[in-house]
């Protein structure tokens, strides 16, 4: 991985320890509960407290605890959140960032004017904003590339090309894309692979086991999983990745608030259970939304009728944990009707942003992804009748009422 960037050493915290694999022969439920974690050693807090400090107290010039000297270095109560996180995705190394974007563009960091990146053709608005609209006009070439089709992939590399990036499951139409696959194209072309695994969650996917060098995801979303916090988190098991990340990480300074790091430390204790009934609501709603006489078609990885149904089966743990809570349909009818169907919901409260306990329902092509072309939008199918949901923890049953009510 020829990654032109400062040198790693000139970030002194390299030599920071690590707890993030202390417990990595246990199951998932207990690693999200107790890895990067130790009760408190002055009180025996079981929840790791908040350090709302910007600055520590050093025994003598430069002397200082675990490269506590600033927060924005580093603060005890994010570092468990980072080693927690790490932990769960099989990584050595977890960074957490302010959003996901600031995560994304910390990776963006690495590379240098000329550089070019293979961009997933169907990824989150924010992400083709960022990559087309601020570091294209850095001298970083973003070329979009359909990603389930490992031709386009080989074909789409050029000597330049540093960096590949893709979401799976894709956001909004929820196309699947071969990790594996991708893993061993980026290798070949001395290439990194960025995955965001926002949708998957590290319960369901683990792109560093598939050959990722890097895992993303937007902590806001399932991470966070209560629509009270925005955040970003990277993680990788390359020391050298790792080192160069930390040093964008401090330097360009897009670090969480304490109190972000907190609510998401305690929200990854129920990532488990929370994911295992957004996929089992999700499931229910998918087969009801097939059966819908006013519902064109339904794409959610969990349905045999999915494209990609086999990778994900082979890729997502087999389907043992479930699909997780998106699912993308298409009404019958125009705009119009999309637009009446959503204003319509109850219980489907129509916002951005998706994973939390609550359900969400929106419509990509005015809300989440008004930011690419219209052409890319047609492109990938991003049609006025595309709704999309979050499906999320209530009982399937009120939440299948609420949809026909709306639909009628």
């Known amino acids: 991985m020829a990654l032109p960037l400062l040198s790693p050493h000139d970030y002194r915290g390299t030599t920071m320890t690590t707890n993030a694999n202390a417990h990595s022969n246990e199951g998932f439920s207990t690693r999200a509960i107790h890895a990067g974690q130790e009760p408190d050693p002055t009180t025996g807090a079981i929840m790791t407290p908040i350090y709302q400090t910007s600055t520590f107290v050093q025994k003598s010039p430069g002397v200082i605890v675990e490269d506590y000297d600033y927060s924005r270095a580093a603060n005890p109560t994010r570092k468990a959140f980072e080693n927690n996180i790490a932990s769960l995705e099989g990584g050595s190394h977890g960074l957490a960032f302010s959003s996901g974007v600031a995560a994304t563009s910390a990776v963006l960091h690495l590379l240098k004017a000329g550089d070019s990146v293979l961009l997933c053709d169907d990824v989150y608005g924010g992400t083709n904003r960022l990559f087309h609209r601020i570091f294209a006009q850095l001298g970083i070439e973003p070329i979009l590339v359909d990603m389930t089709d490992p031709a386009a992939v080989k074909a789409a590399f050029k000597p330049s090309t540093k960096l590949v990036w893709v979401e799976?499951?894709?956001?909004?139409?929820?196309?699947?894309?071969?990790?594996?696959?991708?893993?061993?194209?980026?290798?070949?072309?001395?290439?990194?692979?960025?995955?965001?695994?926002?949708?998957?969650?590290?319960?369901?996917?683990?792109?560093?086991?598939?050959?990722?060098?890097?895992?993303?995801?937007?902590?806001?979303?399932?991470?966070?999983?209560?629509?009270?916090?925005?955040?970003?988190?990277?993680?990788?098991?390359?020391?050298?990745?790792?080192?160069?990340?930390?040093?964008?990480?401090l330097s360009v300074g897009a670090v969480p608030g304490i109190m972000e790091c907190f609510l998401l430390l305690r929200s990854t204790k129920t990532l488990a259970v929370r994911m295992e009934r957004h996929g089992a609501n999700a499931m229910q709603i998918a087969h009801w939304l097939e059966a819908h006489p006013k519902?064109?078609?339904?794409?959610?990885?969990?349905?045999?009728?999915?494209?990609?149904?086999?990778?994900?089966?082979?890729?997502?743990?087999?389907?043992?944990?479930?699909?997780?809570?998106?699912?993308?349909?298409?009404?019958?009818?125009?705009?119009?009707?999309?637009?009446?169907?959503?204003?319509?919901?109850?219980?489907?409260?129509?916002?951005?942003?998706?994973?939390?306990?609550?359900?969400?329902?929106e419509h990509p092509g005015i809300m989440t992804h008004a930011s690419v072309p219209a052409d890319q939008r047609a492109k990938l199918g991003i049609s006025d009748s595309l709704v999309r949901l979050s499906v999320g923890i209530e009982d399937a049953d009120d939440l299948i009422a609420d949809l026909e009510r709306a639909i009628g």
Request: proline share 4%; aromatic share 6%; hydrophobic share 40%.
């Open 168 to 249: 799976t499951p894709t956001n909004p139409t929820l196309k699947v894309v071969d990790i594996a696959m991708l893993a061993e194209q980026a290798r070949a072309h001395n290439a990194v692979l960025a995955v965001d695994n926002t949708f998957a969650t590290p319960y369901l996917q683990n792109p560093l086991a598939l050959g990722a060098h890097i895992v993303h995801h937007s902590t806001t979303k399932y991470i966070g999983g209560h629509s009270d916090a925005i955040g970003g988190v990277l993680v990788t098991s390359d020391a050298d990745l790792f080192d160069r990340l930390k040093f964008v990480q």
């Open 295 to 361: 519902v064109e078609s339904v794409v959610y990885p969990g349905l045999t009728s999915h494209p990609q149904h086999d990778l994900v089966n082979k890729q997502m743990h087999g389907g043992a944990r479930g699909y997780g809570g998106m699912i993308t349909m298409f009404l019958k009818g125009g705009l119009a009707e999309s637009r009446a169907m959503l204003e319509k919901t109850k219980l489907f409260a129509l916002a951005e942003s998706l994973g939390g306990v609550e359900s969400l329902i």
